[in-house]
């Protein structure tokens, strides 16, 4: 559904799509394809990929359903820089708590 009806904006590393779910909290999928690397690559992008998400959760908008898909430009990258691209989608789709 997410896919279907939620929005979506992109960067070189990641692609975010978004959609209300009427929940008082968020939910994370992630999406890593076989053509980033093989499943020791692919598992540590996922990794790190929902550790930004369960470590940042409180600065974004709650009751959002989020699917973040890997683009080959994330292959190699650490948290610092996944965090800083995650962010960069949260803003362009107005998702981030204003402080």
Not at 6 to 21: C, H
Not at 22 to 29: A, F, S, V
Not at 49 to 76: K, P, S, T, Y
Request: proline share 1%; no cysteine; glycine share 10%.
């Amino acid at each position: 559904m997410v896919y279907r009806t939620g929005q979506s904006k992109a960067n070189r590393q990641l692609v975010m799509y978004i959609r209300p779910n009427k929940l008082e909290k968020n939910r994370l999928g992630i999406s890593v394809s076989k053509k980033i690397g093989n499943s020791v690559v692919r598992h540590r992008l996922t990794r790190v990929i929902r550790e930004v998400f369960r470590l940042n959760n409180r600065e974004l908008m709650q009751g959002w359903d989020i699917v973040i898909i890997a683009r080959g430009g994330a292959r190699g990258k650490g948290y610092e820089d996944l965090k800083t691209s995650f962010f960069h989608l949260a803003g362009l789709h107005k998702i981030v708590k204003e402080v």
